[in-house]
Each structure stands twice: as C-alpha cells, then as structure tokens.
C-alpha cells in the first residue's frame, strides 16, 4: 500500500502538481522560455535571493494586469460575462506588487538592477501583450511555468535561511500587515507566504490555460492561498 502523501500546511504549496507537463507545441515553447529565463536569473543574482525578488517581482506583476485589462475589452467588445477572470486577475497582479513592496524592505536594488528593471519591464510588457492577443491560452501557461520557477525559487531562499547563509530578519511591518502574521515573525514566515502565493497563481493560471483548451479542469484542488489584508488600508 502506497504511503498517503503529507498533509500541507496553510502555508506550504502541497504536494501535488509540482510541474505540469507540457502537452503540445506551444507548451513547450513556453516551458522552453521560462527555463531559459531561469537560466539568465541564476546567472545574474547566483544566490542573492532579495534582489532576485525584487527585479522578478517587478516582472511577475505584469501578467495580471495584461490579462485582466484585454479580459476587459474582450468582455466590453463582446458584451459578454468575464465569469470572474478580471477581478481573479487583478487580485494576482496587486499579490505580485505587494511581493515587491515587501522585499525592498529586505535588500534595496542596486544601480545596475533598478536598470534592468527599466528595460526588462518594457521588453516583457510589450511580449506578454503580443503574446496574451495571439494566444491566451499559451500566456497563461507561460505564467504557470513562470511560478512553478517562482516557488522552486522561494524554497531555495528558505534553505539559504535554514542552512545560516542569509540572515532571517524580522519581518518588514507591511508584510506582517499584508499577510496577517504575528508580531515576531520572521523573513523566514514571510518566504513561505510568498511561496504559497505563488503555488496558488501556478495552479490558477494553469487552470485557465487548460480551460482556454477545452479540457477537463484539474481534480486537485488549487495550492491554499494565504489570508491577506487590503492594502489600501
């Protein structure tokens, strides 16, 4: 009898879905991307986690917004119901923005990273726009690639700060704000936070791609999303 996998906690991506293979062209080609991606990200920061998450994180609040705002006109043009997506969008777009706000109050940007920001917000802007209008569908399977790399990135950030190599600070106040955690909590709590945040963005985003596909949506329920407080407040 197999054993029966561990239960997750309200903050650990569970177990299931660790990567979802791809099952055609476009799949690949996205996967092809993000991979490539990965690759220039561990070349640039090496394990330099903070400034990591803040030039990534300027990067991953981009899709929400796309996609909600051509959700938008699509549903204005075709006087149709948008079934949740806008706001399910927007919602990952202000979750990814409140990432960055948090880590730039862990290790500030350099120089050369704010410069790379400038240019890589554009070019990836202008190319998820492009893309979003060709292919949704292969969009939103980019960006659930793009988090499966997300949370394998944030579980190498908590192993640096198990193992003693980056220091686990107190939790900057807007992250025990945004994320409802205790007084003393730690850089180490607000790490699995974000990585259960982005679980949850990988398993919405791959379900809208499968949705967008004509096929069956997933049996395994999304990876818990953290409770959060309005950060207009």
């Known amino acids: 009898m197999a054993a029966s ?3 997750a906690t309200p903050m650990e991506p569970p177990p299931h879905v660790p990567h979802r293979a791809p099952s055609d062209l476009a799949d690949r080609l996205a996967l092809g991307l993000t991979r490539l991606l990965r690759f220039v990200a561990d070349t640039f920061f090496a394990r330099r986690y903070g400034h ?8 991953a609040a981009v899709p929400g917004m796309v996609g909600a705002m051509a959700t938008h006109l699509h549903c204005l043009r075709r006087m149709v119901n948008d079934d949740g997506w806008i706001r399910t969008l927007m919602e990952e777009a202000e979750n990814e923005r409140m990432h960055l706000m948090t ?3 862990v290790a500030r940007p350099t120089v050369l990273e704010r410069f790379v920001i400038l240019v890589a917000q554009w070019i990836f802007y202008v190319g998820f726009f ?3 209008l060709v292919s949704r569908r292969t969009a939103h399977r980019l960006v659930g690639y793009f988090e499966e790399e997300a949370v394998l990135s944030y579980t190498h950030y908590l192993e640096e700060i198990d193992a003693g190599r980056s220091p686990n600070v107190a939790a900057p106040a807007i992250a025990r704000c945004y994320w409802k955690l205790a007084d003393d909590a730690t850089l180490r709590d607000v790490v699995l936070a974000v990585r259960a945040d982005e679980a949850h963005h990988r398993d919405v985003n791959h379900g809208l791609a499968d949705q967008l596909s ?6 395994a329920p999304e990876a818990p999303y953290p409770e959060h407080a309005d950060p207009a407040r």
Not at 52 to 59: F, S
Not at 214 to 219: E, M, R, S, T, V
């Open 5 to 7: 996998e561990p239960a």
């Open 52 to 59: 990591r998450a803040i030039v990534l994180e300027t990067i």
């Open 103 to 105: 880590f730039i109050e």
């Open 130 to 132: 492009l893309l979003y």
């Open 214 to 219: 004509g096929k069956p949506a997933d049996p």
